[in-house]
């Protein structure tokens, strides 16, 4: 299960709180909601503090946030190596 909260917005900004894994289905959740938001030209962060794992589909949406300009904060460890480790294949 992935909770997806929004935790702050300003202006054009918007910062979404990610809760669980980001897995299965969870990933085209978040991909849809990402790309509408990024479609309406917000700037976005999101907070994986409580992110306990991403499977490599998850991974792979992640990474191609972060290249487009989302801000990923509070990566754990596991989760920042995993995005690391994508960016070298």
Not at 62 to 89: E, M, Y
């Amino acid at each position: 299960m992935l909770k997806i909260s929004p935790t702050g917005k300003s202006g054009k900004s918007i910062s979404l709180k990610l809760e669980g894994r980001v897995i299965g289905a969870w990933v085209d959740e978040l991909r849809q909601i990402c790309e509408t938001l990024l479609g309406k030209g917000r700037k976005l962060t999101l907070d994986l503090g409580d992110v306990s794992f991403a499977d490599q589909e998850g991974v792979t949406v992640l990474a191609d946030f972060k290249s487009r300009g989302v801000t990923l904060i509070n990566c754990s460890p596991f989760v920042d190596k995993q995005l690391k480790s994508s960016q070298l294949d």
